[in-house]
């Protein structure tokens, strides 16, 4: 076993960058279930942009729009509409991420930086990523503030689970994240991320195991050294008509995140929250559920249960999982989220491709994109 060049604790946060961050806030608040833990704007000296950090269970999402229309977030979110501009790692040393990534080939985006207030230094460096998207190396084992010097705390009267996180719908952690990049581009990113970054390939889907009479993708899934960071990317594969991928690219003008998935300890509750509180998901015909036993064998959930909230289930050697995906929550057919509950599977739900990929293409259908 090589010793891992590019060690990491784990996500540090994703950072979004939207039109406008305070009504963002909002629908991740009421929507979501996070709580605005801390926030950067014109009333801490932020002349620039502004930014709420939004918690739930170990999932931070950061929230950023600009104050005028030459800032490149304000550019960002013109050409890309709000989409993730900042994947963010926790990792031991911001530095040498950045010296070990950058020798092996990435590009460079900002050097090594030390932010200092009065609690303490805050370290971080960042690299060019797919699209216009940039990872950034986070070390904050020497800084104990709300979120980064510049951002102060937010009170929240959010209720909080036994080790002090926040509770909201059961949100737990982000499981992976998902980039589409361009037709033919794939193994370039498959090969940046195992050169650059020492991660390694879990897993592959052909265009075979995901596609249906018209939508095709085929996917990699690049995880980093301890396995705590899951990254899938998809490029379009050649259909009978235009595949989910290249929709995703036509509306996001170019290569980025598709959707990030959240882990859940108990998906019947949290996917009965999301709905009242309005989330939008995709359904599969009622049909997938008359089979459903057959297919997957005994699970602890109630079949009716899942068929009426729209939870899909899928079974490898190593166990199940359950999932749901959500309709993309901007105007654009681009990032969505997937909510998922595993009982042993390391999978992504393989035997749900062609169902899944069936609904998409109904609501690709019905914006006149397929
Ligand atoms: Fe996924």
């Known amino acids: 076993m090589t010793e891992d060049f590019l060690p990491i604790k784990g996500m ?21 279930g996070f709580a605005n833990t801390a926030y950067s704007g014109l009333e801490t000296g932020n002349r620039k942009s502004a930014s709420y950090v939004m918690e739930q269970g170990n999932i931070r999402l950061v929230l950023t729009s600009a104050l005028g229309p030459d800032h490149p977030i ?10 993730v501009g900042v994947i963010a790692m926790e990792v031991p040393d911001a530095a040498k991420s950045y010296e070990e990534s950058t020798h092996r080939g990435a590009t460079g985006v900002i050097p090594p930086t030390e932010e200092k207030d009065d609690f303490g230094v805050y370290r971080y460096s960042a690299i060019q990523c797919y699209g216009d998207t940039i990872i950034k190396f986070i070390d904050r084992s020497d800084y104990t503030g709300a979120f980064a010097p510049g951002y102060v705390a937010r009170e929240s009267d959010a209720e909080r689970n036994k080790n002090g996180r926040i509770k909201g719908v059961g949100l737990a952690a982000i499981d992976h994240m998902v980039g589409n990049v361009e037709l033919g581009a794939m193994n370039r990113w498959v090969d940046f991320f195992a050169n650059t970054m020492g991660f390694s390939q879990l897993l592959h889907f052909d265009d075979e195991d995901i596609s249906t009479e018209y939508s095709a993708l085929m996917s990699k899934v690049m995880q ?9 990317i998809n490029e379009p594969a050649e259909g009978k008509k235009k595949s989910q991928i290249q929709e995703y690219l036509d509306y996001y003008y170019g290569p980025g995140v598709q959707h990030i ?46 068929a009426e909230l729209g939870i899909l289930v ?39 491709f062609k169902a ?11 914006r006149g994109n397929l």
């Open 12 to 32: 540090d946060h994703v950072e979004f960058y939207v039109g406008n961050a305070k009504q963002a806030a909002h629908f991740y608040r009421t929507g979501f």
């Open 74 to 83: 304000a550019r960002y979110a013109h050409l890309h509409g709000d989409g």
């Open 224 to 232: 980093n050294g301890n396995g705590k960071v899951k990254f899938p």
């Open 261 to 306: 998935a959240c882990s859940t300890g108990d998906i019947l509750a949290t996917v009965t929250q999301l709905q009242e509180n309005g989330i939008e998901f995709l359904r599969v015909p009622t049909t997938y559920y008359d089979v459903l036993e057959e297919r997957v064998g005994k699970i602890n959930e109630p079949v009716e249960k899942l």
């Open 314 to 352: 899928d079974r490898d050697e190593e166990g199940y999982l359950l999932q749901i995906f959500t309709k993309p929550v901007e105007d654009r057919p681009t990032v969505f989220y997937e909510i998922i509950e595993r009982h042993g599977s390391r999978g992504f739900g393989k035997g749900n």
């Open 356 to 366: 899944l990929f069936e609904s998409i293409e109904r609501e690709q259908a019905l």
